[in-house]
């Protein structure tokens, strides 16, 4: 049967000392729910967490990250046959202006035929596996914002040349 949880009871279990403490999004992997009280689980916390929204610009795709600093990550294209991706530094949505600060996880992975990459000034953070598997990735220019580029952020891409304009790379 599934087992449901009183938000204390998730609170000492998150927090019980001696164990491990349990990231949120992994909950669902220790517990046996059935599938309906799973989705609505998940529903209720997208609704009711401080999630944000994902949109789409001139076929790419975006997640905001902070409302109050209009931030933006980079999440991919709509189109993965693409061969060049110029990331913009700011992109509008409803009306707000938001600087583009970051590239997620996975968010350009197995573009086989991207060739190429510009990523903005505004860009601080490159997540792991961006741009993993991209086997026709020749050309990167990297901006001036740039302070860190995760571990596998380029696993298994053929680059040839790579233009840097910052300085702090972690």
Same mark, same amino acid.
């Given at each position: ?97 938001? #600087? *583009?600060? /970051? $590239?997620?996880?996975? @968010?350009?992975?197995?573009?086989? !035929? &991207?060739?190429?990459? +510009? =990523?903005?000034? #505004? *860009?601080? /953070? $490159?997540?792991?596996? @961006?741009?993993?598997?991209?086997? !026709? &990735?020749?050309?990167? +220019? =990297?901006?001036?914002?740039t302070k860190e580029i995760l571990d596998? @952020? ?17």
């Open positions: 049967g599934a087992e449901l949880l009183t938000p204390m009871a998730l609170f000492n279990l998150l927090n019980v000392e001696g164990k491990k403490k349990l990231a949120p999004s992994r909950l669902f992997y220790h517990f046996t729910f059935q599938k309906r009280i799973r989705q609505w689980l998940i529903a209720l916390l997208f609704i009711f967490s401080n999630t944000l929204y994902a949109f789409e610009v001139d076929g790419n795709n975006y997640t905001i990250t902070s409302e109050t600093e209009k931030t933006v990550s980079f999440d991919g294209c709509n189109n993965s046959e693409t061969t060049e991706v110029i990331i913009p530094e700011s992109v509008i949505f409803e009306g707000n202006a938001y #600087s *583009v600060t /970051s $590239i997620e996880w996975g @968010a350009c992975r197995d573009y086989n !035929n &991207l060739n190429s990459i +510009v =990523i903005p000034n #505004s *860009v601080v /953070s $490159i997540k792991k596996y @961006a741009f993993e598997r991209c086997r !026709n &990735l020749k050309h990167v +220019v =990297i901006g001036s914002g596998e @952020a380029f696993l298994n891409c053929p680059i040839d040349y790579v233009e840097f304009h910052c300085t702090e790379i972690k």
